[in-house]
């Protein structure tokens, strides 16, 4: 026996819908509502932690593009946070550069957006793309997790 609930009766109440269009008027059931009377109760608990979005985002691989720099020609993890933040507004989280060693230049890395929509919206559809930042170049392709070759490279 299914019931509908109805605000809308003339004296504030709340009127109860039968399955046949019978109407049920007792406040057996349901509470009275009044407009003017404001919500003082609540079942949330005062000690629940504030719901913050950017908790629950998407996998940080879902949310990456990787990147490549020629050789002789690397770019810091500032310069590259600072293009994408300039061309595309604030979305970068981080940027990882790789630097295996101090005396060599990086060749790759890694930049983390904070939306899963961002590496679509950089690579515009293409496989890769190339960009110039302060004159040098700058590949960038999506994300690829089961590319990693040596798990001492996880980053």
């Known amino acids: 026996m299914e019931q509908k609930r109805e605000a809308g009766s003339s004296n504030g109440e709340a009127v109860v819908v039968g399955p046949e269009g019978s109407v049920d008027q007792s406040n057996e059931s349901v509470a009275s509502v009044d407009s003017s009377s404001a919500v003082t109760e609540s079942n949330l608990s005062p000690y629940a932690a504030e719901w913050e979005p950017f908790y629950y985002k998407a996998p940080e691989d879902d949310r990456c593009c990787f990147i490549t720099f020629s050789n ?20 970068v989280e981080r940027v990882y550069v790789h630097c295996p060693h101090p005396w060599e230049d990086p060749l790759f890395g890694k930049v983390v957006f904070n939306s899963v929509l961002m590496p679509a919206i950089v690579l515009r559809g293409q496989g890769q793309v190339k960009f110039k930042i302060d004159r040098r170049p700058l590949w960038c392709k999506r994300f690829d997790r089961g590319k990693r070759r040596n798990p001492a490279l996880i980053y």
């Open 72 to 91: 002789g020609f690397p770019l810091t993890e500032d310069q590259i946070m600072d293009f994408f933040n300039e061309r595309f507004g604030s979305c």
